[in-house]
């Protein structure tokens, strides 16, 4: 590969630049690079451009000029209004967060103070009879051991009944003594001994104050109960029992959560100290364990920080929890709002952004596009015409005429597109003439003496043997005559040098009389290669002469041809008695005889490149190996 460097006298490509006071002559960038004949021509060329400055780190520069500019206009047109949406829509959402927020707390006080009056109403109706004289006296009669009578089942009967109390909710009232034995029972509820235990266990807990639990019975289904322990009245310190009420869990939901909601999926719960669900709009979470659930253990933790309010995932959807926690039962009465209700009504001013911010995008991107075009239109011709390559490309012009700096570099390159195609032509022009003269001078470098001593022997062998192998021989030499002199053809099918060579053979046969034979390993593809005229016969020659330099030398050659990836591989080999490689790059040594490999090598090197000539791989008393490899483009 040749590099042709040009200067171009009607252009100064140096950028001259202010800088302190001073003149910095700084050197530009490569300017064109074109590929003609197979040869690479380099071209570098500079503009005067006057007091320009540098104003972009280097980083910015290793980014193509086109992606700058489109980066730059989206950036310009977009950053505003995506900001100005991003803050209204968050002052937007933030408003409708604390609306509602505002809005559920309310809702929860209202709530509160709703179950806080009613089941005040019970906590006062058990207080009364707990410290009526019946129950007193009835439960200390049971724990001193007395039996159990009807008197005091019937006085307890008749005292719940004289009190006035008017309500669907209630379903059962025990009274139960400080062993746990059941004194009166209104209505069985047909619970396990281990959950009535619990329920006493929990009431205990809570004293003094009362508890507030959730049970679920097979007879009546699901119910709440309100539990108080019993103090003796005249010494308050000694406890004689327990009275439980039960009340319905569907009716006292009813009571509480009618006609609250904030959206499908959201929910209220009643949820009492040890996490249990005690009471909720969702039936399906009622008696559930949430002590290990991470949005109970939130609700407790922000409790103690002094919230009443978080974000949490429930359910793999964004919900907004909002809790009261009341004393006096020990309970927790939360609502869970999903986020969706929350910015839902973002919606309209969501689509308003984005409708603007779409109409935004499109006039920057025809902007932008408009100003690219201007701007990248003639740059990509400038650069589709420094890259040329083919002979078609390179004779093409810019043929901008526009008055603004691209159309000067435009013109400019046109002029020397010019200059560059006269000169590659010339240049062309003149490797064209080396390589016939050079095949000329191949066509007569045959050796004289091997012509003269041919036709002596054959003159011999005729006169003495009088037998017709005269006429085989004078057919062979006409034929390699007719080829080397007649045919002007540079490249020829390798069946016809194959030919050729073995007309060669045959003559030197005659000549050294079976003190060397002939080996041929030829695929069917390879016939269909072309390949330069006589690149065969100075190799067998090589080694016919340096394989029988003695009387009693004999050897074999081997010529075989393979295709493999579109590439022709030749390889002649010899048993001979081999040779120091050094010796190649001595042009005139006598390895080099007759047409010489050194012309082999330079003619394949000069048709095909550098990376196409002759390979030789030999050592003393191992045989020479001669390597000849022809690309695809010699296929026909």
């Given amino acids: 590969m040749y590099s042709l460097y040009l200067k171009m006298d009607f252009i100064d490509f140096f950028c001259r630049c202010p800088y302190n006071s001073g003149n910095v002559w700084i050197d530009c960038s490569h300017f064109a690079q074109t590929e003609a004949w197979g040869k690479t021509h380099v071209f570098y060329m500079s503009l005067n451009a006057q007091k320009t400055r540098e104003f972009s780190p280097n980083v910015l520069r290793r980014i193509k000029l086109r992606t700058r500019l489109f980066v730059t206009f ?24 604390e609306k509602v927020k505002q ?57 719940i009944v004289t009190i006035p109390f008017q309500s669907t909710h209630l379903k059962n009232i025990r009274v139960v003594s400080n062993d746990r034995t059941v004194i009166y029972d209104l209505g069985y509820d047909d619970i396990t001994p281990q959950r009535f235990n619990e329920l006493l266990d929990n009431i205990e807990a809570a004293s003094p104050q009362d508890s507030l639990q959730y049970i679920h019975t097979y007879r009546a289904n699901d119910k709440i109960v309100i539990g108080r322990k019993i103090y003796d009245m005249h010494h308050t310190s000694t406890p004689l029992g ?60 922000h409790r103690q920080a002094g919230e009443n309010n978080f974000l949490c995932e429930l359910n793999g959807v964004d919900t907004l929890t909002i809790f009261k926690y009341n004393t006096t039962y020990n309970v ?14 973002t919606r309209t001013i969501n689509m308003m952004l984005i409708a603007l911010a779409a109409v935004l995008v499109v006039v920057s991107l025809f ?59 010339r240049w062309s022009d003149d490797q064209r003439k080396m390589r016939e003269l050079e095949l000329q001078t191949l066509q007569y470098q045959i050796n004289p003496h091997f012509l003269f001593n041919t036709l002596n022997t054959l003159k011999w062998i005729a006169t003495l043997n009088h ?62 290669w072309t390949v330069p ?34 590439l022709l591989t030749i390889h002649i080999s010899d048993t001979g008695c081999g040779f120091d490689p050094s010796a190649i790059k001595e042009k005139n040594s006598e390895r080099f005889s007759g047409i ?31 390597i000849l490899r022809i690309p695809n483009e010699a296929i026909r």
């Fill in 74 to 97: 989206l950036i310009i047109s977009l950053v505003p209004v995506i900001t100005i949406g991003i803050f209204s829509y968050h002052a937007y959402t933030q408003s409708m967060n």
């Fill in 103 to 159: 809005a559920a707390l309310q809702s929860i006080e209202l709530l509160n103070n709703n179950m806080s009056t009613l089941l005040g109403i019970y906590s006062d109706y058990i207080g009364s009879i707990s410290v009526s004289d019946t129950v007193q006296n009835g439960v200390a009669s049971v724990n001193k051991g007395h039996p159990l009578t009807s008197g005091i089942v019937s006085g307890i009967s008749e005292m």
């Fill in 242 to 301: 327990y009275i439980m009420l039960y009340i319905d869990e569907s009716q006292l939901s009813r009571y509480i959560f009618t006609d609250v909601s904030f959206g499908e999926g959201s929910n209220f719960l009643l949820i009492d100290a040890a996490g249990n669900v005690v009471s909720s709009q969702n039936a399906e979470l009622l008696g559930e364990d949430l002590a290990d659930d991470p949005i109970f253990q939130q609700i407790t933790a």
């Fill in 332 to 345: 927790y009465l939360a609502a869970t709002i999903p986020q969706a209700y929350i910015t839902n009504g």
């Fill in 367 to 425: 902007l932008t596009l408009l100003v690219y075009r201007s701007v990248m239109h003639p740059i990509d011709n400038m650069v589709a015409a420094c890259n040329a390559k083919s002979d078609e490309e390179i004779g093409l012009k810019i043929n901008d005429p526009s008055p603004d700096e691209l159309g000067f570099l435009a013109r400019t390159i046109d002029n020397m597109v010019n200059e560059i195609g006269l000169l590659a032509q």
């Fill in 467 to 528: 037998v017709t192998p005269v006429s085989h021989g004078i057919d062979a030499l006409s034929s390699l005559l007719q080829s080397t002199l007649i045919k002007k053809d540079e490249l020829i099918p390798f069946d016809d040098e194959l030919r050729n060579l073995k007309n060669y053979c045959d003559i030197q046969q005659l000549r050294y009389a079976g003190r060397f034979e002939m080996e041929y390993q030829i695929e069917d593809a390879a016939g269909y």
């Fill in 533 to 566: 005229r006589f690149i065969l016969q100075p190799l067998v020659e090589n080694s016919i002469l340096h394989g029988t330099a003695d009387e009693d030398d004999f050897v074999t050659i081997t010529v075989r041809a393979t295709v493999s990836e579109n």
């Fill in 596 to 626: 010489g490999l050194s012309n082999v090598d330079e003619r394949m090197r000069l048709h095909y490149g550098n990376e196409y000539g002759l390979t030789i791989e030999s050592a003393p008393g191992t045989g020479t190996q001669c």
